[in-house]
């Protein structure tokens, strides 16, 4: 029943910055945790950011002081703002409950060039 859009993905420099957005529409989402993921070719999937539904956050230890996780649960919206982009950080980013469920959605690419 939860559907997941990824948006605001993009190229970027590297130092730079980029805030992507997640729709996630669903019952109770007010209540649910979420997160975003990356994964880059060759590579698994990992977390990068957590949210609790009381707005408690989670870092990976690679963004951690970089990356911001938010959410606006009025309007079922989950931000990554990101700043200080490094060429690593490049993948496919996904949103997605906290633990993941099954359903993934498209993700948004994100491209940080050196």
């Known amino acids: 029943q939860v559907q997941l859009v990824e948006s605001g993905g993009g190229l970027v420099q590297a130092g730079g910055s980029l805030r992507i957005s997640c729709a996630a529409s669903g019952t109770f989402f007010r209540i649910r945790a979420m997160g975003w993921f990356r994964q880059a070719p060759g590579k698994q999937r990992e977390l990068v950011a957590g949210?609790?539904?009381?707005?408690?956050?989670k870092y990976a230890a690679s963004v951690k002081g970089r990356f911001t996780i938010s959410r606006d649960n009025a309007q079922n919206m989950v931000y990554l703002q990101m700043n200080s982009l490094k060429p690593e950080d490049t993948a496919v980013y996904f949103c997605?409950?906290?633990?993941?469920?099954?359903?993934w959605g498209q993700g948004t690419q994100v491209t940080v060039s050196s």
């Open positions: 997605n409950t906290d633990p993941p469920a099954g359903y």
């Open positions: 949210i609790e539904s009381s707005g408690r956050t």
